[in-house]
């Protein structure tokens, strides 16, 4: 099993609606989530991080994670043609992060 | 510019010579990692450096490649006698210190080329 799934898409939503990013870890001992996105060509943005069951919001963004169902998810609200980018779900492991291959989303104007 | 800072931006290397990469951390920062993304594939961790001690090496391949973060100057990623499967997009991030919430930042990346 890989220590971190993430479909890799392309996910579709139309401009305006909710894009729902998920993601599934292996290892129970992960403390810290993060979610990056990155546009083509270009390097990773730390967008959110989270480190407690439950929800984080920050603007349009909401993170949740659920650590006994060992999975983690981004919402972003009001989607706008700008949020097109891969999306990648991370976790630390001792001193590094390990990254997911990412979900790629396509906002439909 | 605060931010995290790496050159070349490309990198244009024949088989068999030595690519340079650099990276200097953000303002505040002592930690440093190196990843790398092949086409098509994820972001790989391949080594963790405190100025001038080597933390954690477990991605590095065992051959060609090192790493270095003097105590002056960049952070220093060497890859010598570059093979075409080198080509990759090799990503920089540093942080402040390796406590939670371990958030790292990343630099605009060196995309090395190997023809």
Redesign the interface.
Known sequence: QKEVEQNSGPLSVPEGAIASLNCTYSDRGS??F?W?RQYSG?????IM?I?SNGDKEDGRFTAQLNKASQYVSLLIRDSQPSDSATY?CAL?R?????????TRLHILP | NAGVMQNPRHLVRRRGQEARLRCSPMKGHSHVYWYRQLPEEGLKFMVYLQKENIIDESGMPKERFSAEFPKEGPSILRIQQVVRGDSAAYFCASSPGPNPPYEQYFGPGTRLTVT
């Open positions: 403390q810290s993060f990056y270009k390097s990773p943005e730390l991080s480190y990648l630390n001792d001193d590094k992060i390990i990254f997911g291959k990412g």
